[in-house]
């Protein structure tokens, strides 16, 4: 009896527990996978029942460039953003904390702007009579105007410019973590700067550059507004495809083939992160 008292109340806080995950199973269900499943069957059955429409993009030439592209284009801003985020974080940490206040929240801000307020902004700097050009010319570094726009270009210094917030945060909670006296131990053993920096510090940060460079490599994947504006039609990214076949064409098979691939590999992108980070886990 006492077995059956005892295991009484643990049966009752798990029915409680699962009666309070049931909203956010619904929400999941409702918003997630009830759309995800809808999206899937019409990926299979519009026009005609069958695996066309993944056939076609994995065998059309024009579809492959586009997904290409679209993988070019996301590495390219993810590298860039990478190299430009780690030594601002790495400024932020360093420097007194009043300034690094203040350029904190100059970052946060920029997240708080429109985007496409943000994205039609660019496209006034990188036109050929805008400022950016006009300033290369009035100090003799270039003769004519470049061509910013309508171009990979474009797109790259946009995307660059507003992922650039999602790879500072994280690099920058690692980094503040990092004990001083470590690069100042190894300082101490005859590593010289660039020594502490591959070897002590990077290794340290590697966590926040994975966790940040996976949210902007997926997030550049399903991109739309900055790559349609600033982007020429060579260009086209995946997102500008599926809006072209839902919105143009009318084509919702293709486009929710072409939306469900997507979004497989962006679930495989964070599943090998996850066993990246278990495997690294084991290894301490």
């Known amino acids: 009896m006492s077995i059956i008292r005892l295991a009484l109340p643990n049966r009752g806080r798990g029915g409680s527990g699962l009666a309070l995950a049931m909203p956010a199973v619904l929400l999941l269900l409702a918003f997630f996978v009830i759309p995800v499943a809808m999206l899937l069957l019409r990926s299979i059955t519009e026009p005609e029942p069958g695996l066309q429409n993944y056939a076609a993009l994995v065998g059309s030439p024009t579809y492959a460039k586009v997904f290409l592209n679209t993988f070019f284009v996301a590495g390219i801003v993810t590298l860039i953003t990478v190299l430009i985020a780690f030594p601002v974080a790495w400024a932020l940490t360093i420097m007194p904390r009043p300034w690094a206040a203040v350029i904190f929240a100059i970052i946060i801000l920029s997240m708080w702007t429109n985007l496409?307020?943000?994205?039609?902004?660019?496209?006034?700097?990188?036109?050929?009579?805008?400022?950016?050009?006009?300033?290369?010319?009035s100090i003799g570094i270039i003769d004519q105007p470049l061509q910013l726009t309508n171009n990979l270009i474009g797109v790259t210094i946009g995307m660059v410019y507003i992922m650039l917030p999602f790879m500072i945060l994280p690099l920058l909670g690692v980094i503040r973590k990092i004990d001083p006296s470590i690069l100042q131990a190894a300082a101490l053993c005859g590593a010289t700067r660039w020594q502490a920096l591959t070897r002590v510090l990077l290794p340290l940060a590697t966590p926040g550059i994975a966790s940040g460079g996976l949210m902007v490599f997926v997030m550049s994947l399903g991109y739309f507004v900055t790559p349609s504006l600033l982007g020429g039609t060579a260009n086209m990214m995946l997102a500008e495809l599926i809006a072209q076949q839902v919105q143009s064409l009318v084509n919702w098979g293709m486009g929710g083939a072409a939306a469900f691939i997507l979004l497989v590999v962006t679930?495989?992108?964070?599943?090998?992160?996850?066993?990246?980070?278990?495997?690294r886990e084991g290894t301490r």
């Open 116 to 137: 496409l307020a943000r994205t039609y902004a660019w496209m006034v700097l990188l036109q050929q009579t805008g400022l950016i050009n006009r300033i290369l010319i």
């Open 267 to 279: 679930l495989g992108l964070y599943a090998v992160q996850l066993r990246f980070f278990e495997a």
